[in-house]
């Protein structure tokens, strides 16, 4: 039976302990979410000893689920200042579940930057002084070349070290790319700790456990066949997340210009289709890969520049759009760059993305000097005060530069969808109990939702109240959200039903068709009573002034969805 292990970093000890029986029906964020509430005082000091750090596999990981490796990483925020799971792709939640572990709790802190190994004969504590004042990729070629290729690395770099912010926990995936757990500042958290990089092998592991074999082929196996006929992927499966670029440019919801427009005169340039085209013809690269074992989508994507040098891995829409459009940056080999620099700092690209944007508004640099762009992000890794401040993310950085229109909620940046159209979008980014996450339950119009209008002022909060539940349950199965998107349509109830016959099969028990939204709700619930002790008020779940009063395109848009819709979304 899984076990959860405990790490203290300040007496650097290691145990491991039976599942409570109040964390069992949860896996990934919502076992994130239900430690938090039981172990961390929701008003400590999220840079302080009290706080937590996190690493789940959700409640299908290490199993032969298809997409089933997303790995759950969870603290409470120094962002957001509340519950925070920032989910992650790679190789980690398959190795920790194949090892047996529920969950990794990191707790107290060590005295100086130390790597911690887990492995199937236990844990070792090792100084990581020589990974000091190194990027990411340095790091991790490092540790690869101690360790082998078949461990994986989760670490953070110089933004983490400094508790900045915006700083995020790399992961490698089974090929030594990075995947990022990237939003709410958790880099901060691991830094707290001093806790520099953790390497995991799982040699001589087996899959996890599983109640009846044969009943979780079988709804597997249906899962995969059904999943790959879905609409949904038909884009995503050889353009990637990038395809989206078009998709928002039409609908006159891709963020330019710090979200005062809705369309970019280059969007032509970022686009998924350009990157295709572009790629094909450059050596090294890629326009479908894998970033865990398991996955049968493969949206990811390998970048190299026009010599097939390595840029980047992967690219992905919300980067392009808030690097490129929302900057007026339209190169997207400058986009790679800086998203690489990202990369390097450690910080999510979207915070820093949006953080860029409003520098520019605020007058530090020019509107689309990509050039000028990099070197800040650049600056990261040096400490400069500039560095320092973009790697903090757009709210410090709007704060300090004195600009007016910053796109958060909690604190957090807007991922990249225009909450004037997308209304119910706009909503979850209000109300979400992890800050504006595009993550959390984004409410897309579409063939797979033939009644729905995305820019009706009312409506929008059962769509969102739907998506989010969907979505907290889809984090804490453990599968990708790509995956959980195709179970939205209407073709897809099949596969819907068999997601809880698979479940039923790890866990050898019978659920209700209605499992997975009430697995959902408790989840949310958890996140949200979390939140409310931690200090947090119903005028936290508002999106900023702006978005109210600035009319936006040829329709003249504002979110106007009412504050009374707004807080019927939640119970708590
Ligand atoms: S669908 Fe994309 S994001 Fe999801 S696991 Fe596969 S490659 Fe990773």
Redesign the pocket.
Known sequence: MARILRINLSALTATTEEVPEAYRKFGGRGLTACILDHEVPPTCDPLGSENKLIWAPGLMGGTIAP?S??LSVGAKSPMTKGVKEANT?GAMSQKLARLGFKAVIFEGKAKEPTTVKIEKTGVSFGSAASLAGLGCYEIIEKLKGEYGDKVCIGCIGPAGDMRLTASSIMFTTPDFHI?VAARGGLGAVMGSKNLKSVIVDDTGSNLAEVKDQNKLKENVAALTKGVLGTHFLEG?RHL?TPQIVMITQTAGCLPTKNFTMGQFDKAESICGEHMEELLKKRANSKTV????QG?I????NVYTDENGKFIVASIEYESIALIGSNCLIGDLDMIARINRACNDAGVDTMDVGSALAVAMEGGLLKWGDAEGALKLVQEINAGTENGRMIGSGAKITGEKLGVKRIPHVKGQALSAYDPRILKGTGVTFATSPQGADHTAGIVLPGPHHPQYSPIEPTGQAPESRFMQQWMAAIDTLGY????GMTFMEEKSKQLHLNMIGALSAVAGEEYPDTYVADLGAAVLEIERKFNKAAGLTKEDDRLPKFFTEEKFGPGQFVFDVSTQEIDSVHKN
């Open positions: 997409c490796g997303r792709g995947r995503l990637g890969h894998a970033c865990m996955c989508i493969s949206c990811s990708c959200m790509m995956i």
